[in-house]
Structures are given as structure tokens and as C-alpha cells.
């Protein structure tokens, strides 16, 4: 079945300890607009799939993440919310990870929830469910001539 949230209001999100990113909805308005990011359209034709999960990764957090907690410098200040700012917090690989399970992959697991309909049972599907019993046992060949 699938969900709506039908509120659209921002939410807190606890990525690591000590760690809140105040996150805007994943939309598509918001993920059309992180697809539309300069920055991917600058990456090499040859760049890898971990290059492009980051770049769209960090498309996506500069439009989604509104506000934070617990950034700061390296005396302890807390520092302001910055596009450069969220590049560097998602240079940090448990962050970047908790980021893209927590806030990416529940929305594009919601994209396979929308398909209600099972496998289809006559098709090469690994979903499907075998109709017929198995045989008792073996048969003989059938005469030739």
C-alpha cells in the first residue's frame, strides 16, 4: 500500500549522534531540481557510479536540508548553514551514508512501493507461484515407430 504524507512540512533528521538536519520533503519538485544541479552536468562522461551517487547526493541535500545541529568549526563554534558547508559534511563518509539510507533510499523505496500487482504468474518472474502439482514420479519414453 502506499503512503502519503500528505502534512509536506519539514522534518528533523538524526543522521549520526550529535547530528540533526531539519529536511524538507522528498518531492519530485525537489528531486527534478537536484537532477537539474550544474554539477552533474560538469561531471566527466567517464565518471564512475560512486562519483555520480555523490554529486546527486550532494544535489539533493543542498535543496533538502534546511536547517542543522551540531556543525561546527574546528574550536567547537557552531557554523551557519552554507551550500559549501553541506558539501563538506557529506565528504564524511558516515554521514554520507546515513544520508543517502536514512532520507534517499526511503524515496525511491516508496517509487517500488506504488506497484500493488504481484509478479506476473505466466512469465519468467521470480515472483511467481507454481500452478501445478510436481509429477509422482518418472514416466517412461514414449514408443518410437
Known amino acids: 500500500m502506499l503512503r502519503l504524507n500528505l502534512t509536506n512540512r519539514p ?9 540533526r538536519l531539519q529536511m524538507a520533503p522528498l518531492t519530485t519538485a525537489l ?7 550544474p554539477a552533474l552536468a560538469m561531471l566527466p ?3 564512475s557510479s560512486e562519483d555520480l551517487a555523490l554529486a546527486m547526493a550532494k544535489a539533493v541535500a ?25 558539501d563538506a559534511l557529506l565528504e564524511i563518509w558516515p554521514v554520507f551514508e ?6 534517499i533510499t526511503p524515496g525511491l ?4 512501493e506504488k506497484n500493488a500487482f504481484a509478479p506476473s504468474p505466466t512469465g519468467p518472474s521470480a515472483g511467481a507461484r507454481a500452478t501445478a502439482r ?3 514420479g518418472s514416466v517412461p519414453t514414449a514408443p518410437h515407430g
Open 31 to 37: 528531486m527534478v531540481a537536484a537532477r537539474a544541479d
Open 45 to 47: 562522461d567517464t565518471a
Open 134 to 136: 510436481p509429477a509422482r
Open 109 to 112: 523505496l516508496l517509487d517500488q
Open 62 to 86: 543542498r535543496i533538502a536540508i534546511l536547517d542543522w545541529e551540531g556543525v561546527g568549526d574546528a574550536e567547537g563554534n557552531p557554523l551557519p548553514l552554507t551550500p559549501e558547508g553541506i
Open 98 to 103: 546515513a544520508f543517502q539510507a536514512q532520507y
Open 11 to 19: 522534518d528533523w533528521l538524526t543522521l549520526v549522534p550529535g547530528l
